[in-house]
């Protein structure tokens, strides 16, 4: 195959096909879809450069929107179908997207009524909204009907998608890659991953619309191999299609491997699987590698993030258990190098010393859009990406991952600052003060969230629950409510400090959970 350097010559020169509930789609089919889009998107205003919110779940028309964008030199803006009326109007609002691609009824949720419930100021932007649908015709299927746009405006160097990442900032950030970055990196993905392989049959069940499951479907592409999705994850149904496709290379999280293993009773689980990478959000799940072994199912730890990408680098599947379950590995990039840095001096420290991980990769984003100040302190003066997470290298390409550096909330394998939802609890009247820290659960990491109230009266937790649930996707809302007269503080000389390790121990007690194992 031809190393094409844009998204719509990616698809037009593939040979094999997208596998989605038991239908099969051809690359190519898929690219005469986003061609007749793009002709659409072009009629109803969209230019070079514009920004499109991409509102799908994990379904072929999301990659057909992907590459109709591609093709006009347009941005996909990739939402979250999780994300409710807060974070869409704000995301919608400061990207400037000029059309919105969305499931009005999606697993029996009223999109249109999140819609609704924005701000219309929030949203003027938008020109056009345009609905998908499978059981009646929709705007989505008229525009991808149309005759394909000849026209191809797509380029090596434009930007192409903005993904969302809080880090530890109070707004999410917009994370910008080009074309050439992304299938760069999906050929990097596909050799190192073992894609290419005779026989490959990828199996990817993290949503499109975040970074992890976005690489692995463009590695699968890269590689012209059998990709096999769904629109959502269901534990049952993901071990169900290793099973009936065949498939060989699978990529997911700890707790929707733990799931999946859960749902076969045979002692092998999975025969057909060749390599499954890993990553480690619940530390609940710390003896998951173990128990997967015992089960016929090696695993090995990945690391990744929005910024540099997903499937940045990847532990050795030949490596003793204890090593190969690490966060980490050798990056996929044959030019790509890491080091560790001391966060307070920048100086580089020596293998095996734990400090900040920065990296020099090709994977890199273009920056953060409408950003340039986030862009620039998130890169050293020499060139180098800071990741905000701790680790150690072992060489120039190889590192360990320890943590992050911050307070920042992994939930659900989405990295979120604990300000997002702070501030939603802020909305209440009731409310005079919020703290939101994370608490190891049984089901993984949640939000658990501390208020100082306004006044004497009661706590109404049920009713700031339902109305974080009304503004926030599920995955975000704590866990409880608890009231207290005052936070936990340590004076400083520059600031005074709130001791989020002590909230986080009083979450544990409150919830009754002993500390999690590290």
Known sequence: MERPDTVPALLALAGESLIDRGSTLAYRTLERESAGLARGLRELGVRRGDRVALWLPSIPAWLATFAACARLGAIAVSLNTRFRSAEIADIVSRSGCRALVYWPHFRNIDFRGILAACDPAALRPLAARIAYGEDEPSAYHELAALPPLEDDASAADAPCIIFTTSGTTKAPKFVLHDQQTVLRHARDVARHFGFTADGARI?????????????NAM????????????????????????????????????EMLAQMLAAVPEESAFPSLRFVGYAAFNPALADLPARAAARGVKVVGLYGSSELQALLARQSEQAPLEERALGGGRLVAGEGRVQARDPATGARLPHGTSGELVFKVPSRMIGYYGN????????????????????????????????RLGDALRLSGFLVSPAEIEDILL?????????VVGVDTPGGTRAFAFVIPKTGKPLD???????????LAKYKLP???????????TPGANATKIQRGKLRELARELLSFPAARR
Do not use: M
């Open 479 to 489: 866990v409880r409510v608890h009231a207290l007269a005052e936070f936990p503080v």
């Open 219 to 254: 590695g699968a592409i890269a590689a012209d191999k059998p990709l096999v999705t769904s629109p959502t994850f269901e534990a049952a149904e993901g071990a169900a299609l290793v099973r009936r496709h065949g498939i060989t290379h699978f990529n997911c999280t700890d």
């Open 203 to 215: 199996l990817v069940t993290a949503p499109f619309c975040g970074v992890f499951g976005f690489c």
């Open 372 to 403: 340039d100040a986030a862009t620039r302190e998130a890169n050293t003066a020499d060139g180098w990406f800071r990741s905000g997470d701790l680790g150690y290298t072992t060489s120039e390409r190889r590192f360990v991952f320890l943590t």
């Open 427 to 435: 909305e209440l009247p009731q409310v005079g003060a919020a703290q």
């Open 461 to 471: 937790e049920a009713g700031i629950l339902g109305h974080c649930a009304a503004r």
